[in-house]
């Protein structure tokens, strides 16, 4: 089994392939570690170190996948960036505002989410909300519901909640 894994971790499927073996493969791997079903030898005659060799090269990739980005709907969600190119297209609000949003958080935003953009928000928020009724209500509270959502996006609103 060790020899599938490997197979299926460097060799050459189709991604869509590989998906679906590893997929099953962690399944059955799952049920051979809870004794679900037996684990025994095929017969065949390898040299004492195989399977200690194979093991080595998985090691490596488990190593590697709590580095990975998660793939986790909430972090591939297009919300917070879909959201904030449509309030920098508002016809409600002045152009320099609408270039500052598209430059200070929508462009980078769309380079890297990070703290970065969640402090840009933050700011912008505080300078549109300070003087009520100098921009539209609709665009405020668009704003501050974008605001919250890239909170959830990079974890911080959740993390705020649970603490």
Known sequence: MLEVIRELLVGNL???????????????????NTGQIPCFEDGSHHRPNRHAEISREVLAI???????????????????????????????IPH??????????????????SPENLVATEAMLARITRNPRQYSEAFVEKFKIFHHQLKDFSMLGSMHNNI
């Open 96 to 113: 320099d505002l609408k270039q500052e949003i598209k430059h200070t958080i929508q462009n980078k935003l769309h380079q890297n989410a």
């Open 14 to 32: 189709e991604s869509g392939d590989r998906l679906e073996a590893l997929i099953f493969s962690a399944i059955y791997l799952k049920w051979i």
């Open 62 to 92: 488990r190593k590697i996948h709590p580095c990975l980005p998660s793939f986790k709907a909430k972090f591939t969600a297009s919300v917070p960036l879909t959201r904030i190119r449509d309030i920098a297209h508002r016809g409600d």
